[in-house]
């Protein structure tokens, strides 16, 4: 049979090994967390610049329009002013009736123009909005996913090992006091 001092030591051998065993195990799993942490917060980010990307494209697609619509009514303007015009030639009106008529023509094609820009504008305005007030809720949503790991303590493992072989050492010396 083993002497006590052996059985002793042995026990004292594995409660340090113990008190490593859950101190790595601990490491382990705090950086397990944080790297779930970044993952999670890349996803979102990514989700983001992803919706922001389409976002874009649909304001640019829309601001295309927007341009053929201008490039139509500048077209149709120019065709109802030379209506304007060929009418009044043909009926040998002249003046400022005519120069009225062909005025309220291009007003209205620049009228048409102007709304939308503005429109345009607006709709820019609004997506920057939007792009902006989804970048702050990625951001909100990343604080909380990052919260601060604990990792394990050091002086932790070492006081719980320090702590076991104590135990140990006063079970020992225990029964034969």
Do not use: H, W
């Amino acid at each position: 049979m083993c002497e006590p001092t052996t059985l002793m030591a042995v026990s004292m051998g594995l409660s340090a090994m113990q008190a490593g065993s859950k101190y790595m195990a601990e490491k382990d799993a705090a950086k397990s967390q944080r790297r779930s942490q970044e993952e999670a917060m890349e996803a979102n980010l990514k989700a983001n610049a992803e919706q922001a990307d389409i976002a874009r494209q649909d304001e640019a697609k829309a601001e295309e329009a927007s341009v053929r619509s201008q490039k139509d009514a500048e077209i149709k303007s120019k065709q109802d002013r030379a209506k304007i015009a060929t009418a009044a030639g043909e009926a040998g009106v002249t003046g400022n009736s005519v120069n009225l008529l062909l005025a309220d023509a291009q007003r209205q094609m620049l009228g048409f123009k102007e709304t939308k820009l503005r429109e345009t504008q607006l709709n820019a305005q609004a997506t920057t909005n939007r792009l902006n007030t989804s970048l702050s809720n990625v951001k909100a949503t990343n604080r909380n996913i990052n919260k601060p790991v604990r990792g394990p303590s050091g002086m932790g493992a070492l006081l719980s090992g320090a702590t076991d072989i104590a135990s140990t050492y006063r079970g020992f010396k225990s029964p034969t006091s």
